[in-house]
């Protein structure tokens, strides 16, 4: 077992359609991240959990939707998404939320038709 | 305001040469700096971390910060074609609350 596990690797959407993506990982940590990379751009923060809680919501529009479970387990929640909303989306977790490693998932790449 | 900025190259050097990247942050209290490194297609995989000022090493990569200046770097000696990705820095600002915020990143490419 890999210790940041995203699935699926690749989606394509209709801008009507609900999809999830999912994020376990497997490495003891406290805090889990959802990351959006689009071209050109710098890995932008959407959320932060700590502990299962949300302590971060970084003015995402409302269509993208977190849950956090449990610590090991983060799920992204979509929702009549824009076209300008694909793009590589990142799972992340660290020991904790403050001066730690953070280590990725491999990415769900994200397309919305 | 939160910032990390990078030169987004594309930072070109010979085989066996030295590549210096660098990295300037806007948040003077931040305390955590980390490397990343990116093939295309791939996420980010990091590659140093460093806390306080000077040096530290790891093979043959060599992590600097200046907090006074606001300043990180990363050096890569006898640099390979492998090392051919783009290199993010990324700072735990507590303007930011309590995750990473990352640079737009910068491409190197190493030539055999």
């Known amino acids: 077992e890999t210790g940041v596990t995203q699935t699926p690797r690749h989606l394509v959407m209709g801008m009507t359609n609900k999809k999830s993506l999912k994020c376990e990982q497997h490495?003891?940590?406290?805090?889990m991240y959802w990351y959006k990379q689009s071209a050109k751009k710098p890995l932008e923060l959407m959320f932060v959990?700590?502990?299962?809680?949300?302590?971060e919501n970084n003015s995402v529009p409302s269509r993208f939707s977190p849950e956090c479970p449990n610590s090991s387990h983060l799920f992204l929640h979509l929702h009549t998404l824009q076209p300008e909303d694909s793009a590589l989306y990142l799972c992340a977790s660290s020991q904790e939320v403050l001066q730690a490693e953070a280590f990725f998932g491999q990415g769900t790449r994200l397309t919305v038709v | 305001q939160k910032e990390v900025e990078q030169n987004s190259g594309p930072l070109s050097v010979p085989e066996g040469a030295i590549a210096s990247l660098n990295c300037t942050y806007s948040?003077?209290?931040?305390?955590?700096f980390f490397w990343y490194r990116q093939y295309s297609g791939k996420s980010p995989e990091l590659i140093m971390s460093i806390y306080s000022n000077g040096d530290k090493e790891d093979g043959r990569f060599t992590a600097q910060l200046n907090k006074a200046s606001q300043y990180v770097s990363l050096l890569i000696r006898d640099s390979q074609p492998s090392d051919s990705a783009t290199y993010l820095c990324?700072?735990?600002?507590?303007?930011?609350?309590?995750?990473?915020?990352f640079g737009k990143g910068t491409t190197l490419s190493v030539s055999s």
């Open positions: 490495l003891g940590h406290n805090a």
């Open positions: 990324a700072v735990n600002m507590r303007q930011a609350g309590t995750a990473l915020i």
């Open positions: 959990y700590n502990f299962k809680e949300q302590t």
């Open positions: 948040d003077r209290v931040s305390q955590s």
